[in-house]
């Protein structure tokens, strides 16, 4: 499992998130949260504008990027904590 140095929670595990996701950390804002695990058991979790795109099998208009576990979990309690999509 790779970890990161979080500024905010140390050292922790990796998760995913697309780019509009990690932003809520920074503005307080939602835009959906459509999680879950990868082959490796990362959390990873796109808006909603990705997750139609990937649904009409279009690009995802947001790039990836890595975060923290904990600050996934904080995004993920800011969006009432949606289940887990397989
Ligand atoms: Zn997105
Ligand atoms: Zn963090």
Redesign the pocket.
């Known amino acids: 499992m790779r970890e990161i140095d979080c500024p905010h929670h140390g050292r922790q595990h990796v998760a995913i998130a697309?780019?509009?996701?990690a932003a809520a950390l920074v503005d307080g804002e939602t835009?959906g949260f459509h999680w879950f695990e990868d082959d490796r058991g990362t959390a990873c979790a796109?808006?909603?504008?990705?997750a139609k795109a990937m649904d009409m099998d279009e690009e995802?208009?947001?790039a990836l990027e890595v975060i923290c576990g904990a600050c996934f979990e904080s995004i993920w309690n800011m969006n009432d904590q949606p289940p887990r999509i397989s």
């Open positions: 697309c780019t509009a996701v835009c796109w808006c909603d504008d990705c995802r208009p947001h």
